[in-house]
């Protein structure tokens, strides 16, 4: 780059700045790109919570509401109340974007069919990382089992999931989303995992480019510590002399991350061996298990995360439906195995002697999977010392921008300014 090149400035668009995986994954990059002295500069628009450096919120919690409300009334979305398009044409105006990267944009806040109309004005390339199904679906976010989004859903089974609704409208959403997603020619979309990446060929156009870069974790953060496990776990108030069996996840009592099967699992395990620690939302009972439990709630000091994933001999993901998860990305740069059922792109997450999988739901095949892993002392080493190595040429910040950059670089307005 020669020396005071003017910046390509990159919108990044997400429902939250501060919480969730997606927002982690959207922000890691807009911090990267602004601390990495390159030619591009990010600036990062979101609807709830709050937000950071060179960041600016597009609604009111009362225009949220609204349209939350309207959701879970009648299931639609689109042609809400509230200015959230506008505000954010008068920003897209004053900051003069190169390029337009989507992250999440269920969440109540956006307009999505206006704001695809205002892309298509706008003219941009836009970026759009795919980190759930919501763009191929009518409603839901991971419609597990359910293939009806390939037929144009209808008599939706899941109104109950997020986003909740009383009216089924998904057919008519369905319509709705494959109008307005058409509508921009320069739509180029990510996806952190080979899985979503196949189900997205399948749902959009075949003129729509889909391009594969994995999720990225800090791994100057999360990393081996010096500590021996057993102090560590005096540390955290977890007992000593048996395998750690950790299971973490914002919020664990979510249905897809199967909640159901964690009381079940534990009460497979033998109490004279195993201990089973949580992160994260508390789960009502499971200290009726007779293997020993600590819950460690929610852990939002990240260097006690890092000493819990090291802590930990096992991270046990019981997950129906995924993505990418950060917890296994988290735990694999710590130099921590997983266990999972093999949903969405946890079996990519885990190839390489990384861990192991099993069918979803088969929670007897988990519970041998993981005494397999756990009572092999020689192998334990090797595994570890896999997965850090993993992290490290796969799921590194660097590795991360580097594929994001490159994709910027190949724009046609990406360079204009050079």
């Known amino acids: 780059m020669t020396a005071g090149m003017p910046a390509g400035n990159v919108l990044q ?22 601390a990495g002295g390159g030619r591009f500069r990010s600036s990062f628009a979101f609807g709830r919570g709050q937000g950071g450096p060179e960041a600016f919120r597009l609604t009111s919690a009362a225009e949220v509401g609204a349209r939350g409300a309207k959701m879970r009334l009648f299931g639609l979305e689109g042609g809400w109340p509230g200015g959230a398009v506008e505000r ?10 190169d390029i337009i990267h989507i992250h999440n944009l269920h969440g109540y806040y956006l307009d999505f069919v206006r704001f695809f109309g205002l892309l298509k004005a706008w003219g941009g390339p836009v970026v759009w990382t795919l ?12 419609p597990d089992a359910c293939a009806a989004w390939r037929e144009g859903c209808g008599r939706c089974p899941r109104l109950k999931d997020y986003p ?29 995992s080979e899985w979503l990446a196949g189900e997205a060929r399948s749902a959009f156009p075949e003129s729509v480019r889909i391009r594969v870069i994995n999720n990225a974790v800090d791994t100057e953060v999360f990393r081996p510590l010096p500590a021996s496990r057993e102090d560590l776990r ?10 750690i069996v950790l299971f973490a996840a914002a919020d664990l009592k979510e249905e897809r991350k199967g909640s159901r099967f964690i009381p079940e699992l534990a009460a497979m395990l033998d109490p004279e ?20 439990v600590s819950q460690m709630g929610c852990i939002r000091d990240r260097a006690r995360l890092v ?30 195995p997983t266990a999972a059922f093999a949903t969405g792109g946890i079996p990519e997450q885990l190839a390489g002697a990384c861990g192991l999988t099993v069918p979803v739901g088969r ?3 988990l519970r041998d999977v993981l005494a397999n892993m756990l009572s092999d002392a020689s192998g334990s080493a090797a595994r570890r010392a896999a997965c850090r190595r993993k992290a490290l040429e796969r799921y590194s910040i660097p590795v991360f921008l580097k594929g994001y950059l490159g994709l910027y670089e190949e724009l046609p307005t990406g360079g204009r300014r050079s």
């Open 164 to 192: 909740r609704s009383l009216i089924d409208s998904s057919a008519r959403m369905l319509r709705r989303k494959k109008e307005a997603f058409a509508s921009h020619a320069g739509l180029i979309l990510v996806s952190p």
């Open 363 to 365: 929670t007897s095949e």
């Open 88 to 97: 954010l044409a008068g920003e897209m105006a004053r900051r003069a974007p």
């Open 234 to 243: 005096r540390g955290l108030g977890i007992p000593a002399g048996k395998k």
């Open 307 to 336: 000493e819990l994933y090291n802590a930990a001999d096992v991270l046990c993901v019981t997950s129906t439906a995924d993505n990418f998860p950060n917890t296994v990305l988290e735990a694999m740069a710590c130099g921590t």
């Open 131 to 142: 980190h759930d199904c919501w763009p191929l679906t009518g409603r839901c976010t991971f």
């Open 13 to 34: 668009i997400n429902t939250v700045y501060d919480r969730g995986g997606a927002a982690a994954v959207a922000r890691t990059l807009h911090r990267a790109v602004n």
């Open 273 to 292: 061996k195993y201990h089973v620690v949580t992160a994260g939302s508390e789960l009502p009972g499971l200290e009726r298990t007779p293997v020993g």
